[in-house]
């Protein structure tokens, strides 16, 4: 490795790109096996000076490789990133695909996404983790854990609304959603003063084979579900 990082280092120094641009995903791969996370995102600071096209497998290895290490606030740095610069929707450039560039090059791994999604939905920024997801619904990621983990978290933070709109999208696209998650969202409703849509999501719980848990919880005129 320090072999390799000595030519990817003239490589940049020169200006000089190699006809085959995956061995910055491997020098990339490598460096994070070997806990150097900072030689990993130098590598992708030089594909930029390269002018060689970062990809979201690129970022996906660093944020994966950032949340393992619990360097959470270096993964977000990452993703804001590929939000700001629209990363997860571009496509393979001409030139990218006539030297055979793998479409496996715009995607990024459960690996990587999911932990961040987790970690914005525990610190507070939920409705980031909601702008992630939807980017990645575009690029025809269906994860339920993705969508699980939102609706838990809008039913925590009584926003039944916004979790309603995900298990729409979700029922739409034939994913489960966790007898848990369920349970937190009719919670919400009720803690909202919303009886009615509980009850309707309590219906939705059993439809799909859930079989819930006595819940009783008061809700403002007495009643209780």
Excluded: W
Excluded at 113 to 120: F, G, K, R, V
Excluded at 129 to 142: D, N, S, T
């Amino acid at each position: 490795m320090v072999d390799a990082r000595k030519v990817f280092n003239e490589m940049v120094k020169r200006h000089h790109t190699p006809k085959d641009n995956s061995i910055f995903s491997r020098l990339m791969s490598c460096m994070c096996k070997q806990g150097d996370l900072d030689g990993a995102v130098e590598v992708l600071n030089g594909m930029i000076r390269l002018s060689v096209p970062t990809r979201p497998s690129h970022y996906g290895i660093l944020i994966e490789n950032f949340c393992k290490k619990g360097m959470y606030e270096r993964g977000i740095k990452m993703l804001d990133k590929v939000l700001e610069k629209g990363i997860l929707m571009s496509p393979l450039s001409l030139l990218e695909v006539e030297m055979g560039a793998p479409q496996s090059l715009l995607e990024m791994k459960a690996m990587a996404y999911n932990p961040m999604i987790e970690y914005l939905c525990n610190s507070g920024q939920t409705k980031n983790a909601e702008v992630f997801l939807r980017q990645l619904m575009k690029k025809g990621v269906q994860d339920p854990v993705a969508f699980n983990d939102l609706i838990r978290r809008y039913s925590k933070e009584v926003i039944p609304e916004s979790a309603m709109e995900l298990l729409q999208i979700m029922k739409r696209r034939g994913i489960a959603l966790d007898a848990d998650a369920y349970a937190s969202l009719i919670k919400s409703f009720v803690k909202k003063g919303e009886p009615a849509d509980a009850e309707a999501a309590l219906d939705g719980m059993i439809e799909c084979g859930h079989l819930p848990k006595p819940i009783a919880v008061q809700i403002g005129n007495g009643g209780s579900v």
